[in-house]
């Protein structure tokens, strides 16, 4: 469907509690609205249109031939070194930031970049002050070094050093139930998603976690899988049926317009499959397999990664932002992971890359565990994983 975004840009703070819940995608990768509305004035001829649907049965690509290819394996000295089931939060300089949120830990761990020396980590699990139940979003603040974990229990905000893992300060914040994870960066704005009896509020926070604009969507309501909100690299973004957008200070920015036909799901369709899943007992996959899904977003030097999900399997996309052309896909199944890569290296070693994360012209990634580094007769198991960076 057409959506129309009616943005009413409101400046004054806002003290009052929503209570209104926003289901949590069934998944957990991400949280998702729907909306009721049914016409759209905000993109123009100039936004790219990317045609998904048109692109739904083409085969898996070769591996991917990339420049500038890094392959660093990190560290396996402590055993606090090791994680499992991490997404890479950010870059800063020489350090990749990931984040490992799991049953047993919730926690941020860097690494150096340059020799996969492992640097330590945050590590605050707990419920006593400058501590935390679950870290459900963080923020990188590279002028102060430091990074910025609101607290989804009580309103506060906890900064921690991101040299050390101290923590560095506390302090209040605005007392909304954050049921959906914030995106966006310190640097530009913190995004918050709150939604409420007539539509959806998009509040907005600066560096220090004080409110600075918002954004207003009359005609929300929650749902679960018609709408992607994510971030893609440090950008909030905001999928509106086929139209994805950048939360930016004060405005939604479109990017482009992912056309998915025939496989969109609209909000009706929406809570028809939200009604079989609770109601039928069947398969929520089997239910889906007729949609096409868009989990997983990142970009960086004009090329768009999108990760859906259609027929049961998962494709990892790579588009040309300035004219909408495929440039690569690979298809997989094990559907747990939000985007994977498969890239072939200087010396010619094909190279699964999971966890995908674009900044500044560079791709990071993962390198999924069914490959080995030739270059150690390690066991598998005894060593930790590697992050890789390339540039298309």
């Known amino acids: 469907p057409n959506i129309l975004i009616n943005m009413k840009i409101n400046r004054r703070p806002v003290s009052h509690v929503l209570t209104t819940a926003c289901a949590a995608l069934t998944c957990g990768i991400a949280s998702i609205l729907t909306t009721s509305c049914s016409s759209d004035s905000t993109t123009s001829d100039k936004t790219p249109v990317i045609n998904l649907a048109a692109n739904h049965d083409t085969e898996t690509s070769a591996p991917l031939k990339?420049?500038?290819?890094?392959?660093?394996?990190?560290?396996?000295?402590?055993?606090?070194?090791?994680?499992?089931?991490?997404?890479?939060?950010?870059?800063?300089?020489?350090?990749?930031?990931?984040?490992?949120?799991?049953?047993?830990?919730?926690?941020?761990?860097?690494?150096?970049?340059?020799?996969?020396?492992?640097?330590?980590?945050?590590?605050?699990?707990?419920?006593?002050p400058g501590e935390y139940r679950r870290i459900f979003s963080a923020f990188i603040d590279r002028k102060n070094q430091s990074v910025i974990v609101p607290d989804f229990d009580r309103p506060v905000v906890n900064r921690y050093s991101l040299t050390d893992g101290s923590l560095i300060s506390t302090t209040e914040r605005e007392?909304?139930?954050?049921?959906?994870?914030?995106?966006?960066?310190?640097?530009?704005?913190?995004n918050v998603a709150v939604p409420g009896p007539e539509g959806l509020n998009i509040r907005q926070y600066d560096g220090n976690f004080a409110p600075t604009d918002s954004i207003d969507l009359p005609g929300f309501s929650g749902g679960n899988f018609s709408i992607l909100w994510a971030n893609a690299g440090e950008q909030g973004i905001f999928m509106v049926a086929d139209t994805l957008y950048a939360v930016a200070p004060s405005t939604l920015q479109p990017i482009a317009v992912l056309s998915r036909g025939e496989y969109t799901i609209t909000p009706e369709t929406d809570q028809e499959i939200m009604m079989r899943i609770m109601s039928s007992g069947e398969s929520e996959l089997e239910i889906l397999k007729p949609y096409m899904l868009v989990r997983d977003i990142q970009m960086t030097g004009g090329k768009l990664l999108a990760t859906t999900m259609h027929n049961g399997v998962k494709n990892s996309d790579i588009y040309d932002l300035s004219d909408g052309r495929l440039i690569y896909r690979n298809r997989y199944e094990e559907l747990q992971k939000p985007s994977s890569l498969t890239v072939q290296s200087p010396d010619n070693r094909t190279i699964i890359t999971d966890q995908l994360f674009g900044k500044d012209g560079v791709w990071y990634g993962i390198v999924s565990e069914e490959n080995t580094d030739a270059s150690s007769d390690a066991t598998p198991g005894s060593t930790n994983c590697a992050i890789v960076s390339f540039k298309l």
């Open 66 to 128: 990339v420049a500038d290819f890094n392959y660093t394996q990190l560290s396996s000295d402590s055993t606090a070194a090791f994680f499992s089931k991490a997404k890479i939060l950010d870059v800063v300089g020489d350090t990749v930031v990931l984040f490992e949120d799991n049953f047993q830990t919730s926690r941020l761990v860097m690494f150096n970049l340059n020799d996969g020396k492992y640097l330590g980590e945050i590590n605050h699990m707990g419920q006593g």
């Open 175 to 190: 007392p909304i139930m954050m049921q959906i994870e914030p995106t966006g960066s310190a640097e530009t704005c913190i």
